[in-house]
């Protein structure tokens, strides 16, 4: 582990989870709340069946208890996070609201300094077990941010990192995810910005994210966001010396490569890198041999079965180790990249141009179909399984028309 967590006294792994809606619920936390729930976070491990945890006082105020105030702090805390959490939806213009505490259990001991606890067992299906749509950020980084909103923020904007269409965010909905049900706080949309997102994303950067954030309007007034979110981070040095480094220039040079032979290939990438924890070399040189619709198939294959594998609590000693050779009974890994597919010719007459067009359109109606019928039910959500289908049916519309003039 790197420095932070090195410096920690509380044991914790290295990724933490959580599941999509979890992130994407009202979770209103002040500096000392957002640390306990990251620092209880970094103690489950998705192999194991338990929810407990135990962290350090040190770990999440420091200084000590001179006077008691460390004490005094992390009670108020204690207090705060033992209420019920209030989550208001709607169906079918119906409300529903439901109350739920995060822990079983929160005890604090001055005795040991420690905080030990355990999380709503009813919670579980968002803490462990996870094979549907969830997210994962590094326990690093996380807890390198300082403030509550900014950790609240960063794993809001990585649950749609992953995604290969853009979503707006409503304004109104993300500050109910902030500040809790009914909050007054912030509702302007310039403070909001200025004290809330802006110092957000200048932490985000110093960590190795840029985000970018669209604004949607009515009139003067902000009704929604889009944020993208990318990567800045060196790549941690490969163990095996051999392998070639890449810079943050020939990284996005080599995601542009990606999308240029297959539009899904650059998400593809960062879950091999986040969700599974390849190593960068290890996570390129496996998406140099998805060259095509098959090899496509077979890799997201092999990560929903990985997936299930820990669902059922397989003894599994190295996830990225057992994921990489899942994937080396499928692909021909390490091979060289091939040279990314031409543009599409223009000369309709060509024998070789209508032959590759017609390959594209085959290509396109299989992706079309592998998306319709024969991707795991939980690989794609249904409004990414829309946005995909639209994109390859217009694709193929071009191409056919392409064909028939």
Known sequence: MNGTLNGLQTKLHEVAFLSNTFVRSPLALNNVEARIFALALGCLHQKQDTLSFRIHFNDITRGGNTGGKQYTELAAAQTRLTQPIINTSLKNGKKRRDAISLFNILSLDEGTNLITGEFNPRLKEHLLDLTGKFTTVELESLLTLKNAHSQRLFWIMRSYHNQTWEEPLPFDTLREWLFGE????????????????????????????????????????????????????????????????????????????????????????????????????????????????????????????????????????????????????????????????????????????????????????????????????????????????????????????????
């Open 182 to 405: 009914n909050s007054e706080q912030y509702t302007d949309w310039t403070d909001f910005n200025r004290y809330v997102l802006k110092p957000a994303i200048e932490e985000f950067r110093a960590i190795g994210w840029e985000v970018a954030v669209t604004l949607q309007r009515r009139g003067r007034r902000v009704e929604a966001l889009v944020f993208k979110m990318t990567s800045t981070q060196q790549p941690l040095l490969p163990v095996v010396k051999a392998k070639k480094v890449l810079t943050l220039t020939e990284i996005e040079e080599f995601r542009r490569m990606l999308e240029a032979t297959y539009r899904e290939l650059p998400a593809l990438y960062d879950r091999l890198r986040l969700d599974f924890e390849l190593k960068e070399y290890q996570a390129r040189e496996v998406l140099q041999n998805v060259k095509d619709l098959t090899a496509y198939q077979a890799v997201t294959k092999v990560l929903h079965d990985v997936r299930l594998a820990l669902a059922s609590r397989k003894p599994i000693k190295s996830l990225p180790a057992y994921t990489l050779s899942q994937l080396k009974a499928v692909l021909p890994v390490y091979q060289v990249l091939g040279a990314a597919p031409s543009v599409l010719p223009k000369s309709a007459g060509s024998r070789a141009a209508a032959a590759t067009s017609h390959a594209q359109l085959r290509d396109a109606q299989e992706r079309l179909k592998f998306v319709q019928e024969e991707a795991p039910t939980n690989l794609f959500s249904e409004q990414e399984k829309a946005s995909r289908t639209a994109t390859i049916e217009a694709e193929i519309a071009v191409l056919t028309q392409g064909l028939a003039t």
